[in-house]
């Protein structure tokens, strides 16, 4: 791309998926602002958006192809990658091979990992780090609605007359929509929000009420909620001809005996509030996700919803947040271990029969691949035998990260793609692939609110990296599917994707971009930012309004759920509950955001928040060294002593890694306890024990 030319393309980092435009300076780099088109940003950038041209270097850039680290051409290392996965396959079968995916993938390398994964090399083991992430919404959404779908879209945020936050700091962890929310409440004072979280986040300076609930006791408060709204008269007659599991639900949210931690009086005030407030949006995050009930807190949350018909209306609705700049994109592309493209189910054998169709695909797995816990462990135990990690790293972001660490180097066979070969995982690869990165390669993502935009290169591809579409397509044809991996261009990908999701719709599938597979390379290249669905007959808009949801019969189903404890023990040896987060101006393991030194003097090192009267119990003083403890692992941390965190809570960020800090390795400590539905690890309430370093 010239320098001083403007290139339109959107933010690496969090699922608000701002519009960023970048004017690459000839040498390298390129100065970054808010692109005010589009829709999700309107011009706007948080602290990590303005600072992604101080990540572009080429420092300790992954160049060229390695072997057992020694430099190698793409053929030799290509060759290797492809015979030793069909080697593989035939001595052990396909479910002895894992991919481990990652939402900083486009749209565009996902679809293809998909389809090499399930419709070719014949296991669904692929699953993604966007397990990590929202996993559990997915499940809800499904189990609810039938499909995966986000009802609502941004502009609710500013509709509504009260947002409700759920385990969810937004103003660090999605600050663009914390502004717009920040602005439409300044515009009108009468907005009320309330942010339900067991630690007084950054968040808490828009609420007007802050709920520091229990952690993990969100199930029992929106029963108490469900409960109140029947007692109340404010369930939707109406509505309710559109809904299943009323009864039950109801009969559930009654009888939950759960504590929430929070008095009555403040108890009452939130319910009163939400009752009374027809246009509500209940935001939610990882508090809700991460956790081993994290598929009922969602449908906990969906059930109060539906009970009321405030769903798919201006200003009303639930709506999950998401991390990755494209966790959604790799749910409509089946990027998780146990769907397949387009929302189709791979449970459902009609829909595995139209993809395995429409891909002329040999085979299809008739189950559910391994998801990303349960993925590493069969690595350790020896059933995984040769594993692709692309763009992750799960040596140090996984729960039980120092078990992972050594299942991942005991493993025969592991393939690292990335930028970097210092990560924590990238330094236990058999061969490492110099993957494309931001502003280099070009695809699209899909924002929390369903809108798709393009990712566009500014920069030239360094050294031999290639994109991870073109590495995947690459090892498919030397694996001997070579007109099924004959792609010369994302847009030909897309184009594919697109018209699949035609033949899903008449499936009776939400997700619809057929109108956009009649693009040409030049239309693909223009294409603006854009909510699905994209049809013949519409483009955008909200979901279930109309109370047709995508489920046999047509009807939401609310879920009977019933308040459980963390799957963890606070006891004697470890009394105290581990919560774990992101910090502002850092992002997943620092690879990028780390590189931008304004990034880095927001919090220059990894920490843990301590009740003042725990600290002085335990003769910590701020400042001062903490040892952290679990049953997996070990930390050591500086003590940030605040009353931000409740007394028997700490709080620590999940960022530093071997590389950065070795000490500072939080996910070795969390307990690598799922959700028994979605998967999902419980990342936010692990006990540990504390004592002065
Ligand atoms: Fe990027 Fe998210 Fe910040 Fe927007 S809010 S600039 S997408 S990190």
Sequence with gaps: MRAGTEVRTTCAYCGVGCGVIATPDGKGGAAIKGDTDHPANRGRLCSKGLALGETLGLEGRLLSPRINGRDAGWDEALDLVAARFRK??????????????????????????????????????????????????????????????????YEDLEEADLVVLVGSNLAWCHPVLYQRIAAAKQARPAMRVVNIDPRRTATCDLADLHLAIDPGADVALFNRLLARIADAGALSAEFSAHVEGLEESLAAARADQGRTGLGEAEIATFLDLWIRTEKVVTVYSQGVNQSTSGTDKVNAILNCHLSTGRIGRPGMGPFSITGQPNAMGGREVGGLANMLACHLDIEDPAHRSLVRSFWDAPTMPEKPGLKAVEMFRAVAEGRIKALWIMGSNPAATLPDADAVRGAIAACDFVVVSDLFATTDTARLADVLLPAAGWGEKDGTVTNSDRTISRQRGFLPLPGSARPDWAILAEVGRRMGWKAAFDYASPAEIFL??????????????????????????????????????VTATRRGGRFFADGAFFTPAGKARMLPVTSRAASGHVDVEAPFVLNTGRIRDQWHTMTRSGRAPRLNRHLAEPFLEIHPDDADRLGIRAAHLVEVESRHGRAILRAMVTDRVSPGQVFAPMHWTAEHAPTGRIDALVAPFTDPISGQPESKACPVALRPY
Aim: contains cysteine; negative net charge.
């Design 496 to 533: 594919e994707y697109a018209a699949l999701s035609g033949h899903a719709a008449a499936q009776g599938r939400d997700f619809d971009i057929s109108a956009l597979c009649g693009l040409d390379r030049s239309g693909y290249d223009a294409l603006a930012p854009v909510r699905w669905p």
């Design 88 to 153: 593989t396959i035939a001595e052990h079968g396909p479910d002895a091979v894992a991919f481990y995916v990652s939402g900083q993938l486009l749209s565009e390398d996902y679809y293809v990992a998909n389809k090499l994964m399930k419709g070719f090399i014949g296991s669904a083991n692929i699953d993604s780090n966007s397990r990590l992430c929202m996993a559990s919404t997915v499940a809800g959404h499904r189990r609810a609605f039938g499909t995966d779908t986000v009802p609502g879209v």
